[in-house]
């Protein structure tokens, strides 16, 4: 039974920086895409960036050259790294953990971005 635990999130003021993380526990198999979803309140949830087993990233476009994914597989960890924060960006934040067969899902991370 694969977990996901995150952590990192809190209040930053605009123009702040968090770093979030993700680690994953219990029967991990490659390949799979690990990812950050959020959701802010009366939205749907939304992909952030996703990573790969391989390295491979994507990003929504409201995040490029501002947040980084990355991700230690010797420690099943994935990490995002947000710069420049909006308000805009406040949601929670959610890990999800994909391969063929499994689609897991993190209990979230709430990120406010205010003054």
């Known amino acids: 039974q694969v977990e996901l635990v995150e952590s990192g999130g809190g209040l930053v003021q605009p123009g702040g920086s968090l770093r979030l993380s993700c680690a994953a526990s219990g029967g991990i198999f490659s390949p799979n895409t690990m990812g950050w979803y959020r959701q802010a309140p009366g939205n749907q949830r939304e992909l952030v960036a996703i990573?790969?087993?391989?390295?491979?990233?994507g990003y929504a476009d409201s995040v490029k050259g501002r947040f980084t994914i990355s991700r230690d597989n010797a420690k099943n960890t994935v990490y995002l790294q947000m710069n420049s924060l909006k308000p805009e960006d406040t949601a929670v934040y959610f890990c999800?953990?994909?391969?063929?067969?499994?689609?897991?899902w993190g209990k979230g991370t709430l990120v406010t971005v205010s003054s």
């Open positions: 999800n953990y994909q391969t063929v067969f499994r689609n897991v």
């Open positions: 990573i790969t087993s391989g390295g491979s990233t």
